[in-house]
């Protein structure tokens, strides 16, 4: 995919401590969706904050879900989540992507090779589900260290 006018690399990490050896990743400002993509996040804002839920391990995350094979671009699973976190009526656009680029995977690695992609959506809404608002206006946000950070960081709430 050729970058359009408004993409843009906002950070690019070469040998990104999560990925295999050789890996890059790449965080990407972009309005679209990338293929292949492997995991959509909801991006919803409110005051300097954003709306996060528990992920697996405990840590709040934005909302996150994995994408299937026949949604190469995770649109139609993005609209899915839209739905469950804010009700009917939301609409979803991508605000850009993590992309890793791994020549050579390793065992652990999971994700297609040699590029995959990991996407956040924007969407706006009132959540009807639990989660918790995380400020985002400061630069010690809990939410810091999170590979999507660069996007949201410095950007306007709403």
């Not at 709306?51 to 094979?69: A, N």
């Not at 609209?79 to 656009?93: K, Y």
């Not at 090779?113 to 809404?125: D, K, L, N, R, S």
Request: hydrophobic share 35%; charged share 25%; proline share 14%.
């Amino acid at each position: 995919m050729s970058p359009g006018p408004s993409d843009g690399i906002l950070l690019s990490l070469p040998d990104a401590p999560w990925l295999p050896p050789g890996g890059r990743a790449e965080v990407v400002r972009s309005p679209t969706a990338p293929r292949p993509t492997g995991l959509v996040r909801l991006l919803v804002r409110r005051d300097g904050t954003v709306f996060c839920t528990p992920r697996d391990d405990g840590r709040l995350d934005l909302p996150t879900r994995r994408v299937s094979g026949d949604d190469p671009d995770g649109s139609v699973t993005a609209r899915r989540l839209v739905r469950d976190v804010l009700g009917p009526g939301a609409r979803p656009s991508p605000v850009g992507y993590v992309r890793n680029v791994v020549p050579v995977p390793d065992d652990d690695y999971a994700w297609p090779v040699p590029v995959a992609h990991f996407t956040v959506w924007e969407a706006v809404g009132e959540p009807v589900r639990d989660g918790r608002w995380v400020d985002v206006s400061v630069g010690s946000s809990v939410l810091g260290t999170r590979h999507w950070w660069p996007l949201v960081a410095g950007a306007p709430g709403r």
